[in-house]
Structures are given as structure tokens and as C-alpha cells.
């Protein structure tokens, strides 16, 4: 357990302190305001984009976060400085090289000894802002694959690859857009930054106490009250923030306390906290900036994919939602005091303004204006009235502040779309992704099924500890084209089964990161927090599959018989989340017997939906005569 904290240990961030706080807070706010203007007025070739942004992003990161959790909290180290002046030389060298790189033809213009010395610092650089902010083992990931591509010739069999210098790889991982610029970067500096950016402004304006109060009125007065307000509290944080980790920081230092109090056990309380966190990152507009990145792999559209993702995303809270009422009902949980349950009346009315820059944040993409200027305007919206309420008043200080915490808490997801884009760099190098395939056929022959449990097993570990975008472009680059070309598996089905997984790997032991988080406000086993998690998130496991059987589910509005398909994966996942709560609480043999309804109605095959549907009926009808409680219809 000790090793493995250590090699997922993150450092902490530390705050600027004496002279340092305004030049440190006006310089991120600054990066935010060239993002901005990159994003609407400023015409920047998408190369120099993500050069500048990486260049100008390295500059403070060593200064804010520590180097260990043993670190001085207050005042950076020695050899913080230096890697932070390194970071600027480094900036200023491709910064004002930027002509150069994009004018160069790669592998047949040699590398001067000045662009091989500043690449290879840059690669250095991410790497260790990568050890700070996801840990050591993202970091010892990157190092096993670039070791792969330095050496992988010297091996024999399937695995081997034709002869790449030193100078081969760092020109094309530095000097070209296929790697440490590439994509995940490319993404992080424009979507996921602006999106990022409107979250933080929202939560600054209240946005957040007011989903809380919403979800309070909504459900705080039903049994098990304060693990449903988690539920739904944490679906609509969840939507702007994008981050399992930062979602349960926000909403669960209020309802894992509250739910302790009424009588929750702590694992319960803390995991049913994480199950709901983590599903922010299924959830459109954000789903954890992987939904932009896979419109970059892809070539689908953004929002096409942002639609596809609604109805799973609300089948998976349907599904917690349901076992959250059978479990609190079954031990007797009490609902919130009726003192701590606002009334939605109030609620709506001194909040109904917030829902103004989501109405017209999703208005803006259905009428496809690109999703950069599309969070640029909600992101004015939310300022806009915020200005207009005296309570919560974005005036110049509080705005600069907003501006400058946005780029703080990009730090952690560019390092990890940095490394990530040294991994995709180097698979493509390699043909990687190509000999997967022929692993993946080789361990469990042609069998559909099995290499897909393979993939979702892969994608799982590749995704521990990891953020989401970095987690889902690993897994796409190494499995998706096996499971597209080799398997004529449809392309969106595919990667929103991917998608899944490295979601679902922040629930996952043993280093399931949002767990960890939870414990610390719970004061209990993350171990035990994990599995309590993906008790209530069994759907979730089991839907992707759904997805490759089912299609027509990310797309029920297409034809009449993808709306059936839909119909069958949500009646199929409900069927599945009364039976695994059943089996866990009440009758084990029914519970199974619901389960298995369940995984048939999720099947490509009619005959199998049938009998699903009459087992699931004839199930739900011996449960109701033994009186156990099931959720309204």
C-alpha cells in the first residue's frame, strides 16, 4: 500500500505568498486573456498555438506546485527556481523560433545543437510537471515508452521495429505536431481551457450553491435525502467542471459530512459521493475535456458526440439514483432535516439567472457555433450576471483572480496532455497501436466479445491515476484503431466505449484517485470507498458493451429501431441496478435473476431481448409481492 501511494503521490499546490502573489496571479491571468484572444479574434496557426501555450504554461507550474508532499507549503525551492527559469528560456527560445519550426522540413533538416538542447529540456520539463501533478507513475509510463522507442529494435518477434535515433525522435516529438504539440495539448490550450474557464467563473459566481439548493429541494425530503442530493448535486457540478476528483472536493465536503450525520456508514457515504462524481465526466458539455479530444481523433463532431453521450449519461444516474432509494429504504436512512431543505420556489427565484448561460451555452452549439466561442460567451454570460447580483459581484480584482485560477488548475491537465502527446508520438513511430492488434488476437483469437473486455481492461489500467483527457487518448491511440479497422466496429460506439473506461478507472482500485479524495473527508478505507462505488455504478461497467450491441443507443433519434435499442440498453440497465441492489440487500436469487434479465435485454439479439423483458417482468412482479421497496416507475 506504501508503494503504491508512492507511485501515485501527487504534490500539493502551493499558494504564492509576499511579493510573489500579484506578479504570479496577473501573470496566469494574462495566459488566460492570450487563450481568449487566441480563441475569438486573434488568427494563430494551431502549431504556434499550442507551442505558445505549453511555452508560457511550464513558466509558473514549478512555482505553484511542490516538488513532494514534504516540500515547504510556502516558499519554492531552490531547484523550483531553476526549473522554472529553465521553463522561460525554453519559452522564449520556441517562442521566438516559431517560423522556423513550422517552415522546417522534419528528418531532412538536421537539428542544430540549440533546437536538440531546448527540446530535450522541454521533454524533461513535462515530465516532471507530470510526476507533480498526476505521479510517478504517469511519468515511468512515458519513460517505459520512450524506452520502447529507442530500443524496441533490439528486440525480436511481433514487438519489433525498425531502427529510430535519438535525433529521429525528438524531431519528431518536438519539432513536428504528432507529438509533445500535438492534439491532447492542442485541446487542452483551446476547449478545455475556455470550458474550464466558465466552471470557475460559474463556481465564483455561486453557481454552485445554487445547483446544491436545487438539488436540496429536489430530493433532500425523500428517504436517504442527503445521498440523492450528492447524486444529483454532483451530476450538475459535474457538468461544468469535468474532473471526478475536483467534483468530489467540491460537493462531498457537504454531503459526506451530512450523510455521516443521519446515520450513513462512511464507506457508504463517501462512496456513494464518488460513484456520482465520477459520472460528471460522461456528462456533456465538458465530459472531462475528452469530448474535444476525441472530436480531434475522430473527426466527429463535437457536438454530435455531446449528444450521443446524454441518454447513457442519464441512464448511469438513473441507475445510482435507483440504488441509492432501494439501499436507503432497506436500512431506514432518514431524509435531510426539514430546516436544511430549501424550498424550489426560493430556490428558483433568486438563482433562475444562472440557468441563463447553460441555456444559452447549449443553444449556441445546437446552432454549431464552434465549441471555443461557444464557452467565450457563456463564460461572458455568467459575468454578466454575476455583475448584475451585489452578493456575488465580479469587479476587476475578483475577475483577474478567476482568470488566473483557470490557468492554475490547467497546469495538471496540460502536463498530463503533454505526456500523453509523447506517448502518441511514439506509438505512431512505432506502428504500436498495429501490433495490439495482433496481441490482442493472439491472446483471445477472433472473439468480438473478448477483445473488447481486453480493451476495457487495458483502458482501465492505462487510466489509473490519470486525468481523463490523458487516460482516454492513451487508450484511443493504443486500442481504437484494433477495435475500428480490425473489428469494422462503428467509430463513435468505439470511442465512447473507451471513453467509459478511462472514466470509470477513477473509481478503480487500487489507485482509484477519487476514492482517495473522499477518504480524506470521510476518514475511511479508499480500498472499501471503491467498491461501495462500483456497487452503484455497476451499469456503467456493463453499458459500453451496450454500446458495440446496441448503437442505435448513442443515437435513439435516428430510425425507429435505434429508438428500440435504446429503449432495451435503459430498461435493461435499470433491471440490472434493481438486481445488483436486491442481491446485495434482500434475495440474493432474484437479484440474479434481474441481473441476468438485465444483460439480456443489453444484447444484440431480439430473442434475447424477449425473454429479458418477460424475466424482467416476471422478476419485478415476485419482488413487489415480497414487498421490497423498488423505485417508482
Not at 31 to 53: E, G, H, K, Q
Amino acid at each position: 500500500m506504501q508503494f503504491l501511494a508512492y507511485l501515485f503521490d501527487t504534490s500539493f499546490r502551493r499558494r504564492p505568498q509576499g511579493w510573489m502573489v500579484w506578479p504570479m496571479t496577473l501573470y496566469c491571468a494574462g495566459v488566460a486573456v492570450w487563450v481568449i484572444s487566441a480563441a475569438t479574434w486573434m488568427r494563430v496557426d494551431s502549431l504556434a498555438m499550442t507551442i505558445i501555450f505549453l511555452s508560457l504554461i511550464l513558466v509558473p507550474s514549478f512555482l505553484l506546485v511542490a516538488a513532494s508532499p514534504r516540500s515547504n507549503p510556502r516558499h519554492a525551492s531552490w531547484l523550483d527556481w531553476i526549473l522554472s527559469a529553465a521553463a522561460a528560456a525554453s519559452a522564449v527560445y520556441f517562442i521566438m523560433n516559431i517560423s522556423v519550426t513550422a517552415e522546417r522540413v522534419s528528418l531532412l533538416t538536421p537539428l542544430s545543437w540549440h533546437q536538440f538542447l531546448f527540446a530535450g529540456i522541454m521533454i524533461l520539463l513535462t515530465l516532471e510537471i507530470t510526476r507533480r501533478t498526476v505521479g510517478l507513475f504517469l511519468m515511468l509510463l512515458v519513460l517505459s515508452f520512450i524506452t520502447y522507442n529507442l530500443f524496441g529494435h533490439l528486440l525480436s518477434g511481433p514487438m519489433a521495429h525498425g531502427y529510430i535515433s535519438l535525433q529521429h525522435f525528438v524531431d519528431i516529438n518536438v519539432y513536428t505536431s504528432d507529438g509533445l504539440f500535438g492534439a491532447p495539448v492542442r485541446v487542452a490550450a483551446t476547449y478545455a481551457f475556455l470550458f474550464v474557464l466558465f466552471g470557475t467563473i460559474l463556481e465564483r459566481a455561486g453557481g454552485g450553491a445554487f445547483f446544491f439548493g436545487l438539488s436540496s429541494a429536489l430530493t433532500g425530503r425523500s428517504p436517504g435525502g442527503p445521498a440523492k442530493v450528492a447524486v444529483v448535486s454532483s451530476a450538475l457540478f459535474g457538468t461544468m467542471s469535468g474532473s471526478p476528483t475536483s467534483d468530489v472536493v467540491a460537493t462531498g465536503s457537504i454531503t459526506i459530512p451530512m450523510m455521516k450525520k443521519l446515520g450513513y456508514r462512511a464507506e457508504m457515504a463517501a462512496g456513494t459521493e464518488v460513484a456520482a462524481s465520477t459520472g460528471g465526466s460522461l456528462l456533456p458539455p465538458v465530459m472531462g475535456s475528452a469530448a474535444f479530444i476525441m472530436a480531434e481523433v475522430t473527426g466527429l463532431d463535437y457536438l454530435a458526440i455531446c449528444f450521443a453521450a446524454i441518454v447513457p449519461a442519464v441512464v448511469y444516474y438513473i441507475g445510482i439514483y435507483i440504488q441509492v432509494h432501494m439501499r436507503s429504504t432497506t436500512l431506514g436512512l432518514k431524509p435531510l432535516d426539514e430546516a436544511d431543505v430549501p424550498k424550489l420556489r426560493d430556490v428558483m427565484i433568486s438563482g433562475w439567472p444562472y440557468l441563463i448561460p447553460l441555456v444559452g451555452m447549449t443553444a449556441m452549439l445546437v446552432m454549431h457555433y464552434s465549441p471555443s466561442l461557444t464557452a467565450v460567451a457563456a463564460s461572458a454570460m455568467v459575468w454578466i450576471v454575476a455583475l448584475a447580483r451585489r452578493s456575488t459581484r465580479l469587479t476587476l480584482v475578483p475577475t483577474i483572480e478567476v482568470l488566473s485560477e483557470t490557468t492554475i488548475r490547467m497546469i495538471g491537465v496540460t502536463g498530463a496532455c503533454a505526456a500523453a502527446g509523447l506517448v502518441v508520438g511514439g506509438i505512431t513511430m512505432t506502428g504500436l497501436a498495429s501490433k495490439f492488434s495482433v496481441l490482442a488476437f493472439g491472446m483471445v483469437g477472433d472473439s468480438t466479445f473478448m477483445i473488447l473486455l481486453l480493451s476495457a481492461l487495458v483502458t482501465i489500467i492505462l487510466g489509473l491515476g490519470m486525468p481523463t483527457p490523458s487516460a482516454y487518448v492513451l487508450a484511443a491511440v493504443l486500442v481504437g484503431p484494433t477495435l475500428v479497422n480490425e473489428l469494422g466496429l462503428p467509430l463513435m460506439s468505439v470511442h465512447m466505449f473507451i471513453l467509459y473506461y478511462a472514466v470509470l478507472s477513477a473509481m478503480t482500485p487500487p489507485v482509484a484517485v477519487a476514492s482517495f479524495a473522499a477518504a480524506a473527508i470521510a476518514d475511511a478505507n479508499p480500498i472499501k470507498i471503491s467498491l461501495e462505488a462500483m456497487q452503484l455504478a455497476v451499469t456503467a461497467f456493463i453499458m459500453p458493451f451496450a454500446f458495440i450491441a446496441n448503437p442505435g443507443v448513442l443515437q435513439p433519434w435516428a430510425s425507429t429501431g435505434d429508438a428500440m435499442q435504446a429503449l432495451s440498453v435503459i430498461m435493461g440497465c435499470i433491471i440490472i441496478a434493481i438486481g445488483a441492489e436486491t442481491a446485495r440487500r434482500t434475495t440474493r436469487v432474484w437479484g440474479w435473476l434481474a441481473i441476468l434479465a438485465g444483460i439480456c435485454l443489453l444484447s444484440p439479439w431480439i430473442e434475447a431481448k424477449i425473454a429479458g423483458l418477460a424475466l424482467a417482468a416476471f422478476v419485478t412482479l415476485r419482488l413487489r409481492q415480497k414487498r421490497i421497496q423498488l423505485p417508482a416507475a
